[in-house]
């Protein structure tokens, strides 16, 4: 075939910076991400305890406002470690719940429909891949973590004062790295375990169940051996352990070191990643 | 037990798509043709045949039974879907072979019959791999395999020549006219209109999930009044045959043809052009062919579903 | 029944047994199973390795009370006041954080009803305590194991377990879009459920069965021929290792039925697994009728070794360890059956009318 008009040009205008590309992965999966009605109103749900939080700060420094607390010149409660403890420990339990609503339907089913290879075949990497992926978790349960977190925080300050703002400034650096270890942690199980199964919601039991089986299984080699050691095993519980240091609540009743709970909290996380990048490949050989 | 495949009134919806709608067809045995752009309701069709899926509205009887009735129809029905996938860990021979024995067939007889299906299709040096391994051309011919292997007296094909190459093709085609000699029913869907054209008895158009036209090509084109057939003209004086043409009611267009030795007429009534071309042939004028252009799928295809056929 | 159908069946059984034995996916399962075999081995070597410490003759014992006492901080004057003088202890010296000065590093030993209390004393004061247990008593031993085999092994392995291999059964072939090749085949759909069925329940009850018989062998390595014997012959030993094989059998029977069920009725099977997690969990607070749609229900009556509950439990532990209405081993079988068998009819009408529509998968 005689080619005679040579008018055909690559695209040559302008395009967005490599180091955001990751992102167009979060803005696809972000419209598929609450679909369900069922994920939506849990998702809004989350929302109603750092709600009922900031209610609560109001009220602890506003009582003469209610005629149910005339006459208390004492706070509701104490606005230290253990109440932001407390906060951190309830909003993690509802950001695993809904990773093991959103995690398992990421990267499975691009494997299991071949996707992948359309992926891989683009200008983007497998650590870009895995870097969009997380970034769909990592945003959305920052919303109910450290966002809201930080949020109490700035009230609180606002309403005692800035010398309780210098003198608690660990807390809310305390809500920020905890918050961010556990949405890392969550966000790499949730993805290897996605990546490992490619059943969306076998990928979702297993989260469960790694939750559920870890904390059983702690208890039960405790009990077996006598020990103490079984709560590496347990990621909750080395979590709670490293929020507790961070928030420098007290660390007599704790069953590990915060070192040992850092330790076996990075090595989880750092297998999941392993995992991770071993499955997800453009290609499957099947032999 | 009754010789035809039976659509009674069938509809089936998606929640609020359309898979079919009103479909009322009775297949006769030979091969059949589903025709249709994507989307029409070919595989839905067929999916119901195998009761795969089950119908919003209608019955549906294949060969007198339903497909309520899986115990009894499956020994007569075979099906090569669509799908591209394998249960897991199986080689080709084992997929055959396992499935087999689901018919109550000894060890002895499924690993004959297996093997038999598996020559059918070329397949032997590869029978022993993991079916998932395979080429696209070869997970096609073990699918077909796996439908054929248990003798079915109706063949359910969906888009079975989809990745095979031409002499793979030849030689499928080949089996599905063997078939049809036998008596079997073969129902099949393609996007190849002219292999459709060759190896079918009858065609179904299919077009939204409405059922256009069924029946054999020829019997179709003659149905379709608002398109004038064409008909090509070989003759030695084109320009003189041309005048007479148009002293005709019924002809509505004649073109001269680019070698100039023939015409493509319209005309609105092919009974009363094929007269007149008699009584122009006892007149004396020297015609070579006279023969219809538009009655294959394609053209038909283009007046029924396509742009002006669109419903 | 007839044979077409015994013969389908073991073709059905056939071809899931391809894929769930040995399936290299399934291998958490295996992990799930064996874990608990892994534990009672390691518990058997530490047993064997502590046992020969014996406490001098006439040495306190240490109370657990007295044990959970001691903090890091205390003096040994202060230890001591409250423990005693030590049965041993070991001193030795230690090059400090700055190496000009070396720590004085002295361990006191207190002996336990079973194994060893140890302080830690840096240059005089408490820098950690640690227990080594050992010498436990086989009567202990045996509620150690019902423990874990009761709240650990039906209510977690056994349960993880059966989902994974239940629900790869009908919603896991949907996924691999392998499910039409079964719907194609001359075959009944109920008697395709019940040969699916029975391939994951020998596929369950092979894999469970043999990791709790291991157990039962692990947990008995670190005794003497002659207290095994007594608890063999005399104690009705093989009557309770009978009964944890069929609670284990059972189990599978049970939760197998349940995830069958989940997997045919429920696109996303997780929820519902996840309510039966949390019913099964909260079976002991149901009222009375309630308490009979469960698998624990009648599983823990059926346990020979009921799990007594220490003043010091927690008391969530303590509720799910109390039976208060236990019921007789023949109703809970019965009991059990009879709500499989009404899971799996319920499952037989669903299947019936089951379409394949992968797309939406």
């Known amino acids: 075939m005689a080619v005679y008009k040579r008018t055909y040009r690559g695209y040559s205008g302008a395009i967005t910076p490599m180091w955001s590309r990751f992102l167009v992965l979060y803005r696809f999966s972000r419209q598929t991400l609450f679909r369900s009605k069922i994920q939506t109103a849990f998702y809004v749900l989350c929302f109603f305890f750092p709600l009922l939080c900031l209610l609560g700060l109001y009220a602890n420094a506003h009582l003469s406002a209610f005629t149910f607390f005339a006459g208390r010149t004492e706070p509701l409660f104490a606005v230290d470690s253990k109440f932001f403890l407390i906060y951190l420990g309830f909003q993690a339990s509802l950001a695993f719940i809904l990773t093991a609503f959103i995690g398992p339907g990421l990267v499975s089913p691009d494997l299991a429909n071949g996707a992948l290879t359309l992926y891989l075949c683009r200008p983007i990497s497998r650590a870009e891949y895995v870097a969009g992926k997380m970034s769909v978790l990592v945003i959305t349960l920052s919303w109910i973590t450290w966002v809201p977190g930080i949020l109490l925080y700035i009230v609180q300050s606002s309403l005692s004062g800035l010398d309780w703002f210098v003198q608690n400034l660990f807390l809310v650096v305390g809500v920020f790295l905890g918050s961010w270890l556990w949405i890392i942690v969550l966000s790499l199980l949730a993805l290897a375990l996605s990546a490992y199964v490619k059943w969306r919601i076998v990928a979702g039991a297993l989260m469960l169940a790694i939750m559920f089986m870890g904390a059983g299984f702690a208890q039960a080699i405790n009990a077996v051996l006598q020990t103490k050691q079984g709560y590496l095993l347990d990621i909750s519980k080395l979590a709670s352990i490293i929020w507790q240091s961070l928030l420098h609540d007290t660390l007599d009743d704790i069953p590990l070191s915060p070192t040992e709970a850092w330790f076996a909290l990075l090595a989880f996380a750092g297998s999941c990643l392993y995992l991770l990048m071993k499955k997800v490949r453009a290609n499957e050989v099947v032999r | 037990m009754s010789s035809q495949i039976v659509f009674d009134n069938v509809s089936k919806f998606y929640g609020d798509v359309l898979g079919v709608n009103r479909v009322n067809l009775s297949i006769p045995p030979g091969i059949t043709s589903l025709v249709g752009p994507n989307g029409s309701g070919k595989t839905t069709l067929m999916n119901l045949m195998t009761g795969l899926i089950r119908p919003s509205r209608g019955k549906i009887e294949i060969l007198g039974l339903t497909p309520d009735q899986p115990e009894k129809l499956f020994r007569l029905v075979g099906y090569c879907s669509q799908f591209d996938s394998f249960p897991k860990g199986l080689t080709g021979y084992e997929l055959i072979y396992s499935f087999l024995l689901l018919f109550g067939h000894d060890s002895a007889t499924a690993d004959e019959l297996a093997w038999k299906a598996i020559d059918r299709v070329g397949l032997r040096e590869a029978a022993n791999r993991k079916a998932a391994g395979y080429s696209k051309g070869m997970r096609q011919r073990i699918r077909l395999a796996q439908s054929i292997a248990h003798n079915p007296r109706v063949l359910v094909l969906d888009e079975p020549l989809n990745g095979l190459d031409p002499l793979v093709r030849a030689e499928t085609i080949a089996l599905f006219r063997l078939l049809a000699k036998q008596g079997c029913h073969v129902i099949l869907s393609s996007h190849v209109l002219h292999e459709v054209d060759i190896i079918s008895d009858q065609v179904i158009l299919m077009s939204g999930g409405y059922v256009v036209a069924e029946g054999n090509i020829q019997g179709v084109r003659s149905e379709i009044q608002e398109q004038p057939m064409q008909i090509l003209i070989r003759c030695d004086q084109p320009n003189t045959l041309a005048s007479r043409f148009f002293e005709e009611d019924h002809v509505v267009e004649v073109r001269m043809h680019v070698d100039k030795k023939g015409l493509l007429v319209k005309t609105s009534d092919p009974d009363r052009f094929f007269l007149l071309m008699n009584r122009v042939a006892l007149a004396g004028r020297r015609v070579e062919s006279v023969a219809p252009v538009d009655d294959d799928v394609n053209s038909v295809y283009e007046y029924l579903i396509g742009e002006e056929g669109v419903r | ?361």
């Not at chain 3, 390691?42 to 240490?62: C, D, F, S």
């Open chain 3, 1 to 361: 029944m007839n044979p077409l159908w015994i013969a389908q069946i073991k073709a059905v059984i056939r071809l899931e047994l391809r894929k769930t034995f040995f399936a290299r996916r399934g291998l958490w399962i295996y992990l799930l199973a064996f874990a608990p075999v892994a534990l009672f081995t390691m518990q058997a070597i530490v047993e064997n390795h502590v046992k020969g410490e014996n406490p001098p003759a006439g040495a306190r014992l240490i109370t657990d009370q007295e044990l959970s006492s001691i903090r890091h901080g205390m003096t040994m004057e202060e230890v001591t006041a409250r423990l005693g003088q030590p049965a041993y202890t070991n001193t030795s010296r230690h090059p400090g954080p700055d190496s000009a000065k070396d720590v004085q590093v002295r361990v006191m030993k207190y002996p336990l009803e079973t194994g060893q209390f140890n302080v830690v004393f840096e240059d005089g004061v408490v820098t950690g305590t640690w227990s080594r247990r050992g010498g436990i008593p086989f009567y202990k031993e045996t509620y150690v194991f019902a423990g874990v085999f009761q709240f650990f092994f039906i209510r977690l392995a056994i349960f993880f377990g059966c989902l994974g291999i239940f629900m790869n059964l009908f919603r896991g072939e949907m996924l691999d879009k392998s499910l039409h090749y079964y719907l194609l085949a001359p075959i009944r759909r109920e008697v395709l459920l019940v040969g699916k069925f029975l391939a994951g329940l020998l596929a369950a009850t092979v894999i469970f069965t043999f990791s709790a018989a291991l157990q039962l062998v692990a947990a008995s390595l670190s005794f003497d021929a002659s207290t095994i014997s007594q608890f063999l012959y005399q104690q009705h030993g093989f009557s309770q290792i009978g009964s944890y094989l069929l609670v284990t059998v059972l189990a599978c029977i049970g939760y197998g039925s349940v995830f069958l069920a989940t997997g045919l009725l429920f696109k996303n099977p997780i929820i519902p697994a996840a309510i039966v997690l949390i019913w099964e969990a909260a079976n002991p607070l149901l009222p009375t009728l309630l308490k009979k749609i469960s698998v624990i229900y009648y599983l823990k009556s059926m346990c020979p070794v009921q799990v007594p509950v220490d003043p010091g439990m927690p008391k969530l532990l303590a509720l799910l360890v109390s039976n208060t209405e236990p019921v007789s081993a023949y109703l809970a079988v019965i009991g059990l059956i009879a709500l499989s068998a009404v899971v799996l009819f319920a499952s037989s009408q669903r299947v019936r009318t089951l379409e394949i529509n992968y797309t939406t998968e």
